[in-house]
């Protein structure tokens, strides 16, 4: 099984920072990596696909980057409704179907 | 617009069954791939099964093999998750969520549903 590690598990921002998380695979996965976004008491959104391409209709503050075993998210000039948890998702060993542990981002 | 609303859901005993409903629109249902991801109260996302478009092929979490089934109807535009021997650790919202892209598996997950709670508890 592929385990996702992300870091770092909680972040406290002040609005208009930048959010940097981190995914990292147990082994390559190439590009297979996707970023969902989940408010409270609400389902997962999908924001990044593949890496980086970003899903429709999500702010462009929003993007990714990464491949083989390490992956980021990141968010520019962070808005009050960008808290959530943030979990990375990969496809690579298919049906081996894995989720990150998630990220935590408060607004300070 | 794509909808996904999950049904089903409820408190039930160790050992005792349930089925969940997943009523989908919004898109050609008999052409997407489509999953079952739960989360345990205050817990992170675990995938559960997944069914491909036509039905044919089916793929199972270790953790649920032998004890769950996943079937669609696509007449109906529906998923089901049957859930027999349910045990304590499968208590969590149950969602249900389309593959991005059609006619195929091992994507990410464009669309969930709001989920529906499944307690199992004596």
């Known amino acids: 099984e592929i385990v996702l590690t992300q870091s770092p598990d909680f972040q406290s921002v002040t609005p208009k920072e930048k959010v940097t998380i981190t995914c990292r695979a147990s082994?390559?996965?190439?590009?297979?990596l996707h970023w969902y976004q989940q408010k409270p008491d609400q389902s997962p959104k999908l924001l990044i696909k593949?890496?980086?391409q970003s899903f429709s209709g999500v702010p462009s503050r929003f993007s990714g980057s990464g491949s083989g075993t390490h992956f980021t998210l990141t968010i520019n000039s962070l808005e009050p409704e960008d808290a959530a948890t943030y979990y990375c998702h990969q496809s690579s060993r298919f049906p081996g179907v894995t989720f990150g542990g998630g990220t935590k981002v408060e607004i300070k | 617009q794509v909808q996904l609303v999950e049904s089903g859901g409820g408190v039930v005993q160790p050992g005792r069954s349930l089925r969940l409903s997943c009523a989908a629109s919004?898109?050609?249902?008999?052409?997407?791939?489509m999953h079952w991801v739960r989360q345990a109260p205050g817990k992170g996302l675990e995938w559960v099964a997944v069914i491909s478009y036509d039905g044919s092929n089916k793929y199972y979490a270790d953790s649920v093999k032998g004890r769950f089934t996943i079937s669609r109807d696509n007449s109906n535009n529906t998923l089901y998750l049957q859930m027999n021997s349910l045990r304590a650790e499968d208590t969590a919202v149950y969602y249900c969520a389309k593959e991005g892209t059609g006619y195929d598996l091992g994507g990410d997950f464009d669309y969930w549903g709001q989920g529906t709670l499944v307690t199992v508890s004596s």
């Open positions: 593949y890496a980086s």
């Open positions: 919004g898109f050609t249902f008999s052409s997407f791939g």
């Open positions: 082994q390559s996965i190439g590009r297979s």
